[in-house]
């Protein structure tokens, strides 16, 4: 049962594997469904300046950097810090973004204002206040990943030593660039086969899986407060 001790000494990493896996799944159905990568700021706000240079059509593009900031926000405010009694609020903000995909994908809203709800849901989520043995870890964005990976390599490389909190970190890393691209794939994969068998657009299932890692994460904050009161109670 060793494996069993190590999945609950590692159960927050694990939570974020699970979170940034869900990032790379909407990251995917929306380049599917609008050929749009929502959560790449950088890239966004890189259009923007060249549509404002060139007089191009810079609203939507502005939409999607003004949801996002205002998605991290309100995470910022409903979850604040990293402690183990925010865990609650943490399902809440992904039961709340699941919902909100569910219920834009359910009604004849514009592809526009579906496309600006999903980068407001993927900056809710890399808002999560998410620590990593104290390292913050932002869940939709693989740049800071891919950095900490190879820096964690290049620290490992200079001392000659590969163990320890480096190679912790390292693999940790490596793993949520790992999770993002299996979201993306799997979602890729799902995706044609949804929408021959059901008529299932590629936000939809991503959208009920948001809602399902909010229920988890609200069920383990039930099943851990009831063991604990089970056991002051004994």
Request: glycine share 12%; charged share 10%.
């Amino acid at each position: 049962m060793s494996w069993l001790r190590a999945a609950r000494r590692e159960a927050g990493a694990l939570w974020i594997l699970m979170v940034v896996l869900l990032a790379g799944a909407l990251n995917a159905a929306g380049w599917l469904r609008f050929g749009q990568t929502l959560s790449h700021m950088t890239g966004n706000l890189t259009k923007l300046g060249l549509m404002l240079a060139g007089g191009g059509p810079a609203l939507l593009i502005g939409g999607f950097l003004l949801a996002f900031f205002l998605g991290a926000t309100v995470s910022g405010y409903a979850f604040p810090a990293h402690s183990l009694g925010l865990w609650q609020r943490s399902g809440f903000v992904l039961l709340t973004c699941g919902g909100l995909l569910l219920v834009l994908e359910s009604l004849p809203f514009p592809d526009e204002l579906r496309m600006v709800a999903a980068a407001g849901v993927l900056g809710a989520q890399n808002g999560l206040a998410l620590r990593y043995r104290g390292i913050l870890t932002r869940t939709t964005h693989m740049t800071g990943h891919l950095t900490d990976c190879g820096a964690a390599l290049g620290r490992m490389l200079h001392s000659r030593r590969f163990a320890g909190e480096d190679m912790r970190l390292f693999l940790f890393h490596l793993l949520c660039l790992v999770f993002f691209a299996l979201g993306v794939v799997l979602t890729a994969a799902a995706a044609p086969r949804l929408q021959d068998a059901l008529g299932l657009d590629a936000v939809v299932p991503v959208a009920f899986c948001y809602m399902l890692a909010g229920a988890l994460t609200l069920f383990k904050v039930i099943w851990h407060r009831w063991h604990v009161q089970r056991d002051e109670s004994i």
